[in-house]
Each structure stands twice: as C-alpha cells, then as structure tokens.
C-alpha cells in the first residue's frame, strides 16, 4: 500500500486501524493492481488492537489466550476493502494471525470466520494459516524446547523408553529440566554420534506438525467447509 503505519513493529498488521486505513488510498491501490493485471492480493488479519511484540515467541504463546474482540470499525474496514477488491475483479488470500497450527487459537478463528461472516465471502479464496512457520532460528532453540515434552512422549511411545532410545542411537542428550532434550544447533547442523538421534528428532517433527495441521485444517473446516487453506512458506 502507499502508506505506512508507523508503529514500532510488524506494521502491516495494523493496516485496517482506522486510524491508518484510507479508503481513498486503498481505492487507488486496487485500481492499479486491476489495470496492470494482477487478479489475487494477500492481506493479514490481527484481531485485537493489542501491539505485542511478535517476535519474543513468549508474547507469541500468550497471544493464543487474548480475548479482545475484532473492533467494529476494524471489521468494517475489512469489509470496505473486500467490496473494492471484487469491484476490480480481485480475489483476496488472507493470512490469519492465530490460525498457526502450532499456536492455534480456535478464538480468534471463530471471531474472523463466524462473527465476521467471513467463511461466506465470495470474495475470499484461501485462509493462509501459517507465516513462515519454524521450529526455530539459528543459535535459538527456544522454539524446539518449548515442544520437548512432547518430543520425549513420541520417543517413549516409539522405542518403550529413554534407554532404549538412546541405545538405540548411541548418543544421549540427557534431560533439560524435567523433560528429554531436543537437538541444539549443532546436532542439527553437523554430522556427529548423533546422527541417528538427528534422524529420529526429523521423523518427530514431521509426525508433530503434520498432526498439528491436520487437526487445525478439520477444525477451520468445521467452520467453513468453502474455502481452501494454505500456509506461506
């Protein structure tokens, strides 16, 4: 868009404030999107007023448990901006913050998809239910630690206990806290004894997320059979 919001973080989330949202403005984007022949435009969706700051991952776990209402004028705005979409001939991809599978926040979900009635919007083609979803960042493990107890029940569940897991590899990371340690850095990004405990932390993590997005998905379907969902990676 040709304007910005001027907040401190992450400001395309507040694009529909009405403080920021100029339907003027919008009408000219559109107007240009159309006549250079683009026919899709992507936009996010944030429910509350609240400014976290989106990259600490422990604002990020609270915001799961927020319960501020989707402003009515925020909401109007959004649906200013689906009618001017559909008079250009544009269908819109919305990104929902709080439908990330590994976060899901069925909510805030519901405040977007029922309260807004968005889940019968012809002009909506697509919910994008996870930005750039990672596990974590180099040199920052936070985001794998936080999924340890989990890790441990699949290797329990997997091999019938710690021993035999690590046996099995020949390599123990041992307990961090009161649960089994995931992989650092270095065990992900370097061969070494670990290799084969490496491999087995892959197979977990395909079997977690994959069971994360499949319950979200039947979850936004239960909601809104119409339209498809995808996550921007």
Known sequence: PRYVTLRRTCSSVFWLDPLVY???????????????????VAIVLVASYYEPDFWPQENHLRYKDSRDVIP??????????????????????????????????EWVVRQWLEEGKLAESDTIYAWDI?????????ND???????DPQWEEWVINRYG?????????????GKRGNYLASPNEEHLLKRGPWNRLVSAYARFINDFVS???????????????NHLIGAHT
């Open 22 to 40: 100029k339907a003027e403005i919008v009408e000219q984007d559109l107007s240009l999107i159309e006549e250079i022949g683009m026919n899709v």
């Open 72 to 105: 009515k004028e925020k909401m109007d705005n959004l649906y200013d901006f689906l009618e001017r979409a559909k008079k250009h001939n544009l269908k819109v991809g919305c990104f929902i913050f709080g439908a990330n599978p590994l976060y899901f926040n």
């Open 130 to 138: 996870a930005w750039e979803p990672h596990l974590g960042q180099p």
């Open 141 to 147: 493990s936070y985001w794998r630690r936080i999924w």
């Open 161 to 173: 206990s710690l021993r035999k897991a690590e046996n099995a590899w020949g390599y123990s990371l």
């Open 211 to 225: 069971k994360r997005f499949a319950q979200s998905t039947r979850k936004i379907r239960e909601i809104d059979p």
